[in-house]
């Protein structure tokens, strides 16, 4: 018997999709059934790698070069993935930058690069792809739960960046609910990933005070939630900030 897939037949588009919890959107996604573009800026050996995987298994994959500080970029990258695969139902905007410092270090290079990325590619990739979605379409934000809260001094200007995509989330689900596309904000604490490991420099201390689940997450259990969001079964959720983060800010 053959079993349909619940993302068969739809196209996603992850910026930042070569590494860490983005390649494990992207690999949840196609396993789903969606063909799926994604951007990288450096990682072309683990893009290329990602793309190899899921065409072996049967999937459709497609790899794009894109900054996400380039507006101009990221809009050329969505229109290329609409023309390779004909549609566009799924955006995930996973790129994002960790700029940690006290006040008195940071610079405005700090402060304008991650605005650049954490919230103005956000606002771009969502305005560019709202062109080609219909009904029923999806996107995803991927925030943090830094936005909620700071347990340490020296991440005022990503936690301002993390907020942001609160009231953006909000803003755009009424902006486009008319037309039947939901937004939403996924907002993960620590996960194990190679940018922040579970056996990193904090990582005890973060598990052993700071969290109800005295692990990190892994990133196939933040893909596993935004292929909730992508889903037919998650059409009534739209505007929401949802956090999974094992009780980091419980």
Sequence with gaps: MLTVKPLSGQVAFVQGG???IGAAIVKRLARDGAAVAFTYVSSASKAEELVATITAAGGKALAIRADSADAVAVQHAIRQSVTRFGQLDILVNNAGVLVWGHLEELT???LDRTLAVNIRSVF???????????????IINIGSTNADRIPMAGGSVYAMSKSALVGLTKGMARDLGPRGITV????PGPVDTDMNP????????LKGMMMALARYGKDDEIASFVAYLAGSEAGYVTGASLTIDGGFSA
């Design 198 to 205: 579970a056996d990193g420099e904090s990582a005890e201390q």
């Design 18 to 20: 070569s590494r860490g």
């Design 184 to 187: 939403n904000n996924v907002q």
């Design 124 to 138: 771009v990739a969502c305005q560019e792809a709202a062109h080609h979605m219909g009904k029923g379409g999806r």
């Design 108 to 110: 405005l290079d700090d």
